[in-house]
């Protein structure tokens, strides 16, 4: 599931940085650290707030300023019990791997329908009914999460798709074309402390309005380019929504 979440995060920087600009390469390093990383629990997609930079402490033998940076962002956290999609990564013969995202997740033989049996017959290992049902690699299932084991900077996880609606899904593909104009279009406001999204800019007098609004540092544009790019980077859309041609 995704939510908006209060994090903290602490910056070094190095002395040749100090200065008047040193705020805007906190920010700068903040962003390269911390969008698209995988916590072990959750996976931050993108930071939408700084709310503060903390007043930097020397670092005693390097002299490098610490800094304490609390923001929020927009977190990914899959559950217990919750139903996902994925795409499937390899297939052995006791059962198959999935990429949701950055989880990881392992779907074992006892938790597959018994009318899917495990053939090495065409181009890749796979698991099929003989009839419309063939679950390989790139293919695109939906499952449910039974069990979560986290790292530092990795997620695992098992899963089932022996459950109604599980399984196999057909998803209609989208070329990368296709989902660029989508997100291009896709522009996100963050204004008096609220996130909200909108598709297109406004219009005045019937032309298009200025698209440049600044928030927290960065204009509207930048902003919505920095989710999209972090989806591509943590492979959230690419691995539920592209197929398995367009990647």
């Known amino acids: 599931m995704f939510f908006v979440k209060v994090l903290e995060h602490r910056i070094h920087l190095h002395p040749s940085f100090f200065g008047a600009?040193?705020?805007?390469?906190?920010?700068?390093?903040?962003?390269?650290?911390?969008?698209?990383?995988?916590?072990?629990t959750m996976m931050i997609v993108a930071i939408i707030d700084v709310d503060d930079i903390s007043e930097p402490k020397i670092v005693p033998g390097s002299g490098y300023a610490e800094y304490d940076v609390s923001f929020r962002a927009i977190v990914w956290r899959p559950f217990r019990g919750e139903?996902?999609?994925?795409?499937?990564?390899?297939?052995?013969?006791?059962?198959?791997?999935?990429?949701?995202?950055?989880?990881?997740?392992?779907?074992?033989k006892a938790m597959i329908p018994q009318q899917l049996k495990y053939?090495?017959?065409?181009?890749?290992?796979?698991?099929?009914?003989?009839?419309?049902?063939?679950v390989e690699r790139g293919s695109q299932v939906r499952l449910r999460i039974k069990g979560i084991r986290g790292e530092m900077g990795q997620m695992f996880a098992i899963g089932s798709i022996r459950e109604d609606y599980l399984g196999y899904a057909n998803v209609i593909p989208i070329t990368r074309a296709a989902f660029g104009m989508l997100m291009a279009s896709l522009t996100v406001l963050y204004c008096n402390n609220r996130?909200?999204?909108?598709?297109?800019?406004?219009?005045?007098d019937g032309k298009l309005a200025n698209p440049i609004c600044i928030s927290g540092g960065r204009d509207k544009a930048q902003l919505s380019w920095s989710i999209s790019a972090a989806f591509w980077k943590t492979d959230l859309v690419m691995r539920t929504i592209l197929s398995e041609s367009m990647m």
Do not use: K, W
């Not at 600009?21 to 072990?40: H, K, M, P």
């Not at 053939?119 to 063939?134: K, L």
């Not at 996130?195 to 005045?204: S, V, W």
């Open 195 to 204: 996130l909200a999204a909108i598709t297109g800019y406004p219009q005045t």
């Open 119 to 134: 053939t090495v017959e065409g181009a890749t290992p796979s698991f099929t009914d003989g009839v419309d049902q063939t």
């Open 21 to 40: 600009q040193a705020s805007a390469y906190i920010l700068d390093q903040l962003y390269r650290d911390r969008e698209g990383s995988n916590t072990g």
């Open 83 to 108: 139903v996902v999609d994925g795409m499937v990564s390899s297939v052995v013969n006791n059962g198959f791997f999935v990429d949701v995202g950055g989880l990881s997740v392992f779907v074992s």
